[in-house]
Structures are given as C-alpha cells and as structure tokens.
C-alpha cells in the first residue's frame, strides 16, 4: 500500500483519505472492504449499509476536517 492510497495534498495540507480506529486512535486507519470497516491492529468493525453508503463517504470528510482543525 502507497501512502498516495491513505493521503492526499490539497494545497498545504495533507488530507486523510480512510477513516481512523476509534479504539486504537489516531494513525491507526480502518481498511476498507466491501460490506465492511474494519482495524487489523484490534478487529473493531463497522458494517456498511447500501443505505449509509454516502452517510459513511460524509462521515469520514467530517472527521478528516475536524482532525485537521485540531492539528492544524
């Protein structure tokens, strides 16, 4: 895996692309799978939803923005 695949730059800033472990902490990312979320460090999983599809894709912008406001 590329650190391009986990990263991105917008301008000045590095943006993250995959969701964090809520129970391991920041730096510890959820691999994405089909139907599913899941750490490899501590098997926290969360399901998806056909319905919470977009809800998730909106969730991970928020918490990416929120964590940038926080380090930035």
Known sequence: M???EIFK??????????KTC?????GVFLAEHKDRFSCGKCGYTEFKST???????????REVKEET????
């Open 51 to 61: 319905s919470n599809k977009n809800k998730a894709k909106e969730e991970v912008s």
């Open 9 to 18: 730059v917008e301008g000045d800033k590095i943006v993250r692309l995959r």
């Open 22 to 26: 809520p129970k391991c902490g920041p």
């Open 2 to 4: 590329n650190k391009r």
């Open 69 to 72: 406001k926080e380090n930035g």
